[in-house]
Structures are given as C-alpha cells and as structure tokens.
C-alpha cells in the first residue's frame, strides 16, 4: 500500500547522504525512491555507515522502504496518475514558496530533491505542482539534502497529524 508521502531523491551519489535518507525513511515509517544515477541502497559503504548505527543491519538489512526508478520523468508522470502531488525543493528558485506558508492537505504528497550539484533543472521544475524552500536568516546559498530532508519530512508529518 503506497502511504501519503514519499521522499524522491534524483540522483543521489552520496553514500552517508543515502544511508540518512534511509534511516530517515525508517525513523519516520517514510517510502524513498531514487532515480537517476543514484547510488545503489546496498553499496557496502552505505551498509556500512547504517550498520553503525543501527544494531545489525548489516545481517538484517531494512530496505523494504526503497525503491529504485532510471527515469526521472516517467516517474513523476506515474506518480501524477496515481493521485499524488509532486513538490519541488529549491532555495535559489524564486518562485519557491516558503516551508512555512505552505499547507500540507489531504491527499498524498512526493517532496522531490534535485542533485546535490545543481538541484532540480529547469526541465525538471516544469513537472512540479509546486516548488517549496526552506527560508535561511544567514546567506548560505543552500541547505545539503541530509539536512532538509528531515526537516520537510517532519514538517509534512506533522500537519498531516501522522506523527
């Protein structure tokens, strides 16, 4: 059974970038999905740097919760027809709307991250319904998706009253 939100990470090549997504998923009962040249889930690094820190995942890996799609667009396409709305991150596009103005609902929800390099191409901002960011009072130009990741996922969580 699909849940109401899903995490999808566009090439994601990271291994400690991966294995908090995954443990993300698994603290929050969240799907991942990644697309594009992402590394793979069972990568013996990201295995690694789970098995650290959760009790032997090495032996008893959990990722159930993951799932691995190659193209980006189809995707987001079977994603749409499944009744789910597709967010977009971004902290540099401006017309992203801020975390905080914005309303989970009902319904089920994807929250995409672009690549750790260049974010969502403009190609790929054109199949969002929305694009959201997470407003910053310093001037870094960006949040790494190990650390917005967990705070849209709360936040989605939290409105929707499933935590």
Same mark, same amino acid.
């Given at each position: 059974?699909?849940? /109401?939100? *899903? !995490? !999808? =990470?566009?090439?994601?090549?990271?291994p400690r970038d991966l294995a908090e997504v995954i443990h993300l998923g698994l603290a929050f009962d969240i799907e991942i999905e990644l $697309? &594009? #040249? @992402?590394?793979?889930?069972?990568?013996v690094k990201v295995i690694n740097i789970l098995d650290s820190w959760i009790h032997d995942f090495r032996d008893k890996p959990q990722l159930d919760h993951i799932s691995i799609h190659s193209? =980006?667009?189809?995707? +987001?396409?079977?994603? %749409?027809?499944?009744?789910?709305? *597709? +967010?977009? $991150? @971004? @902290? $540099?596009?401006?017309?992203? %709307?801020? !975390? @905080? %103005?914005y309303e989970f609902g009902k319904g089920?929800?994807?929250?995409? =991250?672009? $690549?750790e390099t260049s974010g969502l191409s403009a190609e790929k901002q054109e199949l969002m319904d929305e694009i959201l960011s997470v407003p910053?009072? #310093?001037k870094t130009r960006f949040f790494t998706v190990r650390a917005v990741a967990p705070i849209?996922? =709360? /936040?989605?969580?939290?409105?929707? &009253? !499933?935590?």
């Amino acid at each position: 059974m699909k849940k /109401e939100l *899903i !995490l !999808l =990470f566009d090439t994601l090549r990271d291994p400690r970038d991966l294995a908090e997504v995954i443990h993300l998923g698994l603290a929050f009962d969240i799907e991942i999905e990644l $697309t &594009g #040249n @992402s590394i793979q889930p069972t990568h013996v690094k990201v295995i690694n740097i789970l098995d650290s820190w959760i009790h032997d995942f090495r032996d008893k890996p959990q990722l159930d919760h993951i799932s691995i799609h190659s193209d =980006f667009s189809k995707r +987001i396409t079977a994603l %749409k027809k499944q009744g789910y709305k *597709i +967010i977009g $991150t @971004s @902290s $540099t596009i401006a017309k992203a %709307k801020p !975390l @905080s %103005k914005y309303e989970f609902g009902k319904g089920k929800y994807v929250i995409v =991250f672009g $690549t750790e390099t260049s974010g969502l191409s403009a190609e790929k901002q054109e199949l969002m319904d929305e694009i959201l960011s997470v407003p910053m009072k #310093n001037k870094t130009r960006f949040f790494t998706v190990r650390a917005v990741a967990p705070i849209l996922a =709360f /936040e989605a969580l939290r409105q929707k &009253g !499933l935590i």
